[in-house]
């Protein structure tokens, strides 16, 4: 089963020839759109499930309540598994602090730790590319009878977590198909395919990731989201000295 | 006796209160039955959103300087339940109980040490959280943290400190919760909090012949006498307070704080007669000023804390001095960074603590100065994190070595096997646990 899903998968995204028609919009517009598609732009909650898997291991699972407030704020709580209960990351713009609950306090860390797997702290928790990244249209491909418009985006700062990324956005409903991601080097080191288009808090939105490590092959996470819920959230859930209310 | 029956009225009393507030006022004496029916629903919509949670863990140590035998074979369990009695009020109650029959099934220890670690049957973190906009208050027995450092005690001097291990046990065992309340205040990136302990709490120390036992300090040789440090009592007026204030700008993580509280440590005042030393310790208030930052810059965290105390009590060897004790100021600091290489998270501090009134013959050097480094990793997804910590004096050899494996066997299921390594002159804050070097197994189950 999941072969047959692999196939399509890579049917699904085996790149075509395109007629060169202008977009109607700027890249910054279809990367807003593309953002709007991903996730709310309003404050919202989410559970994520993420499925780790690499070759000759069990698969792992984690699963992550994430609060999400305005385009800069995000705390994400450790649900599962149960020895890792209670963590807490806590990311204010590009600031990032971790509870842990041996120690009991809110410590400092940098952006590019990883948290689970492939998928690093700024994967869960950064939601935008817009803001991070410089986007400029690189191209249109047709994939499996859809425009798609390709997106180069560089970034902004050097503490974002990718140097660059390509992203496929379709022309119509600025649904992401996948993207790449490159070191400042320009070395590939993950493909995200969005997958799973549900309606969830209000539109139809991609409730399934595969990011997929492009350095080791046959390693790859899957993050699932669900019970994605609009909520205006306060400001202080967003604090470092909140932390450790969010851990009961 | 008093105390634990003041505690379980406190327990009692957080459970109960919450519901009888939410509970309308009776506006007549009908209203009796539909209060108690409204009670009744409190207590069962809090019980169905209970959640409890424990760890049962193993603990197995076992010394491996002279005189090698088995120092700790604990069983612990540690539960949690909490949950929300409304939108605004949150509880926790934390219960631990512990047994260890190293000290029953062998000699390695008198009957002091067994009365002081044998068992324990102790309430931790229980509190109640009310939360009403840009305010939070929590009231109960709880841990008050401040500080950025890893791995070692600075700027985190609210509570009392289980000492009885040494710093060996993971902090939030350390940490002694106070009773207590801890009002804060968010807005916008600006954070105030007020701390009231009306419980005044102590370090609790290894008791003579046990693993860990600090000994006064004397000139080499010198016979001594020591008793129990007298403690104050427990009033309102030897109560603790204190107030921090921390701003997020520009990345830059800002705090200060100042807390009025006791020296936790007892001070050794000592009288001579002949040759012998005799101690009679006694706590003393103090008071307490500190700073802390954090920063990141190009993925190098930065971290910094600061504690000054006007009036610390240090022990001199001056045998002219009527009490052995000179007060002077003193400030403790450190500076730190963080860095991932790759797949290994590290971490690097440089640790002082500055006499700035220093006389001849105090005790302790006018300038300690120790460094430490830490550094964790994953193997196998994740699975298997060995971590190191090693922490050394520059003023004289005075070292200790934490290397450790976990191996997370499953979800729930996870092993430790660890070594804490001293070495040093009797002097050194590590060195006087030359002898008690350790290898060590922990085996917790998550439920």
């Not at chain 1, 069990?58 to 385009?71: F, H, I």
């Not at chain 1, 971790?98 to 998928?119: C, F, H, N, Q, W």
């Not at chain 2, 006499?355 to 298997?384: M, N, Y």
Request: hydrophobic share 40%.
């Amino acid at each position: 089963m999941r072969s047959v899903v692999w196939i399509a998968t890579v049917l699904l995204c085996a790149p075509a020839a395109a007629a060169e028609v202008p977009p109607a919009f700027s890249a910054e517009e279809i990367l807003l759109k593309s953002d709007e598609v991903r996730y709310p732009q309003l404050d919202y909650t989410v559970h994520v499930t993420i499925t780790s898997t690499k070759p000759r291991a069990k698969e792992r699972t984690s699963t992550y309540e994430v609060l999400v407030k305005g385009r800069e704020h995000a705390v994400v709580k450790t649900l599962t598994p149960r020895a890792d209960k209670g963590r807490v990351l806590l990311m204010r713009g590009h600031d990032l602090w971790a509870y842990l609950p041996t120690v009991s306090k809110p410590l400092r860390i940098s952006l590019r730790e990883r948290l689970i797997g492939d998928v690093a702290n700024g994967d869960v928790a950064r939601a935008n590319f817009s803001g991070d990244y410089t986007p400029a249209i690189l191209r249109q491909e047709t994939v499996a009878g859809q425009v798609y418009d390709v997106l180069e985006l560089i970034a902004t700062r050097p503490d974002v977590t990718y140097g660059k990324v390509l992203l496929w956005v379709e022309r119509n409903t600025r649904h992401p198909l996948k993207a790449e991601f490159y070191a400042i080097s320009g070395r590939l080191l993950k493909t995200c395919l969005y997958s799973q288009y549900k309606e969830i808090a209000g539109r139809l939105r991609p409730t399934q990731l595969i990011m997929r490590d492009a350095t080791v092959a046959g390693q790859y996470s899957t993050m699932t989201y669900e019970r994605m819920t609009v909520e205006p959230l306060p400001d202080k859930y967003f604090t470092k000295d909140y932390m450790k209310k969010h851990m009961e | 006796m008093g105390h634990r029956r003041w505690m379980m009225g406190m327990v009692v009393g957080l459970i109960v209160l919450p519901v009888i507030v939410r509970a309308e006022e009776p506006q007549a004496s009908e209203a009796e039955p539909g209060r108690i029916h409204a009670m009744q629903s409190a207590i069962e919509s809090a019980l169905k959103n209970m959640n409890i949670r424990g760890q049962a863990t193993q603990e197995l140590a076992y010394r491996v300087d002279e005189s090698r035998e088995w120092t700790k074979f604990r069983h612990q369990i540690l539960l949690t339940a909490s949950g929300s009695l409304s939108d605004a009020l949150d509880y926790r109650i934390t219960p631990r109980v512990y047994y260890d029959p190293v000290y029953d099934i062998t000699d390695n220890f008198p009957h002091t040490a067994r009365e002081s670690q044998r068992s324990e049957i102790e309430l931790r973190d229980t509190y109640l959280d009310y939360s009403s906009g840009e305010v939070d208050v929590r009231i109960g027995k709880q841990q008050i943290v401040w500080g950025e450092a890893v791995g070692l005690f600075f700027a985190d001097v609210v509570n009392a400190k289980d000492l009885r291990e040494f710093v060996l046990p993971d902090f939030d065992m350390i940490r002694i919760p106070q009773w207590g309340v801890d009002l804060e205040y968010t807005h916008g990136e600006g954070h105030l909090e007020l701390v009231w302990l009306p419980i005044r709490d102590f370090h609790r120390l290894g008791v003579s012949g046990s693993e860990f036992h600090l000994d006064p300090t004397v000139p080499s040789g010198t016979p001594f006498t020591e008793v129990d440090p007298s403690k104050p009592p427990r009033s309102i007026s030897n109560s603790e307070a204190g107030a921090r204030v921390g701003y997020l700008m520009g990345g830059w993580d800002l705090g200060a704080f100042y807390f009025y509280t006791w020296d936790k440590f007892p001070v050794p005042y000592r009288t001579i007669s002949g040759s012998t030393y005799n101690f009679v310790p006694q706590y003393r208030r103090a008071h307490i000023v500190g700073t802390s930052f954090s920063k990141e810059i190009n993925d190098i965290v930065l971290k910094s804390e600061l504690t000054f105390n006007p009036g610390a009590d240090l022990q001199t060897f001056d045998t002219t001095d009527a009490d052995g004790i000179i007060e002077s100021p003193v400030v403790d600091y450190l500076v730190g960074a963080d860095y991932t290489f790759g797949t290994v998270d590290t971490n690097i501090q440089l640790l002082q603590r500055v006499i700035t009134d220093h006389p001849a013959l105090l005790v302790e050097d006018e300038v300690r100065t120790h460094l430490s480094f830490w550094a964790k990793t994953g193997f196998l997804d994740g699975k298997l994190e060995p971590e190191l910590l090693i922490i050394t004096g520059l003023n004289e050899p005075d070292t200790m070595y934490r290397p450790k494996v976990t191996y997370h066997i499953s979800e729930t299921l996870q092993v430790r096997v660890g070594a804490d390594i001293f070495q040093g002159r009797p002097s050194g804050v590590f060195g006087r646990f030359d002898n008690n070097s350790r290898v060590y197994t922990e085996l917790t189950l998550y439920f």
